[in-house]
């Protein structure tokens, strides 16, 4: 495929997508539409329409069609393994890797992290806030220009460390980590107050006030 039929390729999967523009990426015009390719793109990981629905945080419905369109312009592939479909990256359209690039930026920081977050011990929680958070949580404002993350836990604080080293040189973000045990996460604090009652997004296990 040339650069023509590429860019043509693109611009008919953006005119199926929804007409509301995300605010974390705006080129994809659909959240959804983003989370769906993060889930598959940035993982390598191979799943059912079931899964990348549940991945994604959509409905089955809207995946099943989302999935469609990808598979039509070859961004996504598909076996079938009994009765189930099983749907991976297509490491053969020119379009996979330019995408994943994109995708790393906008929501690497969730799905990478949530990977090299989950292969620490020690970590009960973990959970984006600040103003990444607040972009993905649909909030208006400018592009952020880091990603905060707060672990809860005892983990090893090296490991923690190396691991948001690793995204950051992933996403083309600072990542900024704060360890703290559930119980100093407890205490009375100013910073802390505006964090609880801020926009945040689960990382690993559920935010620690729900």
Not at 8 to 17: A, F, R, Y
Request: glycine content about 8%.
């Amino acid at each position: 495929m040339g650069a023509r039929g590429a860019i043509d390729m693109m611009n008919d999967i953006i005119s199926h997508m929804r007409t509301e523009a995300p605010l974390l990426a705006p080129v994809f015009r659909s959240d959804g539409q983003a989370r769906l390719l993060s889930a598959l793109l940035l993982t390598g990981d191979e799943l059912s329409v079931t899964d990348v629905a549940k991945s994604a945080a959509l409905a089955y419905p809207t995946a099943h069609r989302e999935v469609a369109r990808l598979l039509d312009a070859g961004i996504l592939s598909e076996r079938q393994v009994g009765r189930t479909r099983l749907i991976r990256a297509n490491n053969e359209s020119p379009l996979v890797q330019p995408l994943r690039e994109i995708l790393r930026i906008v929501t690497g920081p969730l799905v990478i992290l949530a990977d090299e977050l989950a292969g620490i011990d020690g970590i009960e929680s973990a959970f984006l806030y600040g103003s990444f958070a607040a972009r993905m949580r649909g909030d208006g404002g400018p592009s952020p220009h880091d990603v905060d993350v707060m672990v809860l836990g005892e983990p090893d604080v090296d490991a923690v460390y190396e691991a948001c080293m690793r995204v950051e040189t992933a996403v083309h973000r600072p990542v900024n980590p704060t360890i703290l045990t559930t119980e100093e996460f407890g205490a009375p604090s100013g910073f802390l107050d505006s964090v609880r009652s801020g926009p945040a997004v689960a990382v690993i296990g559920e935010l620690p006030w729900q």
